[in-house]
């Protein structure tokens, strides 16, 4: 992530400083193997990593964009990119940010079953539509509550454990 532009500007270093824990995930070695990609792909795709690794993205970017002269009117974002438009705004400060993407990880992985990461699906639907539509399926125990994002005919849903395929008898 945003290799090149580490390599170009070398006053955002000090971010893969901040975020050296996770800076492996962003530049990992060459995967010369099926299993060495498949390790990194893992490593990436951790939500304990990928979140403080996009922090740590966010913060570069956002510095570099600022060292440029582009200074935001305001700052937006979405799930985890609001708390980057917050560090972007100056409501947190670089390490604030890491460590909330790190508790945001550690509180999402601790809500899911061990081994399931779960998943996230976006529904062209209300809130109550997919309420119902899960009740009458006999889902509605397995399905977190819905974040609801605008416009308000979507909704996101995470699976919090998979459901068994159903019966074909």
Do not use: C, K, N
């Not at 979140?51 to 440029?68: E, F, N, R, V, Y």
């Amino acid at each position: 992530m945003l290799a090149s532009l580490f390599a170009a500007f070398p006053g955002i270093h000090r971010h893969l400083h901040l975020g050296a824990r996770w800076a492996d995930a962003l530049f990992p070695p060459a995967a010369l193997d099926a299993e060495a990609a498949a390790r990194t792909q893992a490593r990436i795709t951790d939500t304990a990593v990928v979140l403080p690794a996009l922090g740590t993205t966010a913060l570069a970017a956002t510095d570099l964009l600022s060292s440029l002269g582009v200074r935001p009117a305001m700052a937006g974002g979405h799930s985890y990119g609001e708390l980057a438009a917050l560090a972007a705004a100056g409501v947190f400060t670089p390490d604030e940010l890491l460590a909330a993407g790190a508790a945001r990880a550690e509180a999402i992985l601790g809500r899911a079953p061990e081994g399931d990461a779960g998943t996230m699906a976006a529904v062209g639907a209300s809130a109550g539509q997919v309420e119902e539509v899960l009740r009458l399926a006999d889902l509605a125990d397995d399905v977190v509550a819905p974040t609801t994002t605008r416009p308000p005919s979507r909704s996101s849903r995470a699976r919090a454990r998979p459901s068994p395929p159903p019966s074909r008898g």
